[in-house]
């Protein structure tokens, strides 16, 4: 596609439950990030793959978060056992390479945990 | 690592007013430092970026900003607003991990 695709856009999810979030990179773009964004909180960055490593893996609030990238291209952000204040929006992002000085971001996911 | 701080979370300006968001940042080494918008209901958008070359930077829709490393500042200007530029205003600086680092963001309101 054009841009940066996420999916789903929304997600209502259960305390306790598992989610998947999705995120499809512009074509041919190597790097990607995965940021969070809570109200009054700005962006939070979480972690980034150059190809299909994620070198710095510090940005991830906790054990329950987990990030993978296959082929290069699409990535899986899954949060295991949510909780309340994983509530937030989870943008994605991806650069032509990691020194690329533009990110194009997704449109990213409204999590809601209830 | 680097970071940045946006003075006011929220910012109201009339149509026709200057613009000023503020941002300061604190880095190590020079920095690269970016402003993003991002209109509701939509993704981040480049809105300009200061990567060491002038220190007077244009960016989209009239904006611009200026880089002045004595005050450690990046602030983002418009000479008059318009009631499109409503939204929220992000200002960012790469950190040494190739990741970016946002500010909280401040959101504009433009009034007629």
């Known amino acids: 596609g054009a841009g940066v695709s996420q999916s789903p856009s929304n997600k209502v999810t259960e305390k306790g439950k598992d989610v998947e979030l999705r995120c499809d990179p512009i074509?041919?773009?190597?790097?990607l990030y995965w940021y969070r964004q809570s109200l009054g909180q700005g962006l939070e960055f979480l972690i980034y793959f150059q190809g299909n490593s994620a070198p710095d893996k510090s940005g991830l609030p906790s054990d329950r978060f987990s990030a993978e990238r296959t082929g290069g291209s699409v990535s899986t952000l899954t949060i295991q056992r949510t909780q309340q204040e994983d509530s937030a929006v989870y943008l994605c992002?991806?650069?032509?390479?990691?020194?690329?000085?533009?990110?194009?971001f997704g449109s990213g996911t409204q999590l809601s945990v209830l | 690592a680097q970071s940045v701080t946006q003075l006011g979370s929220h910012v109201s300006v009339s149509e026709g007013a200057l613009v000023l968001l503020r941002c300061n940042y604190s880095s190590s080494v020079p920095p690269y430092l970016f402003w993003y918008v991002q209109y509701p209901n939509q993704g981040l958008q480049l809105l300009l970026k200061?990567?060491?070359?002038?220190?007077l930077v244009k960016g989209i829709n009239g904006f611009e900003a200026e880089f002045k490393k004595s005050e450690t500042s990046f602030h983002l200007t418009k000479p008059s607003a318009h009631m499109s530029d409503a939204a929220e205003y992000f200002c960012?600086?790469?950190?040494?991990?190739?990741?970016?680092?946002f500010g909280k963001g401040t959101s504009l309101l433009v009034t007629p």
């Open positions: 960012a600086v790469r950190s040494p991990g190739y990741a970016l680092n």
């Open positions: 074509s041919g773009h190597t790097a």
């Open positions: 200061y990567t060491s070359a002038a220190t």
């Open positions: 992002a991806s650069s032509l390479f990691l020194e690329s000085e533009e990110l194009f």
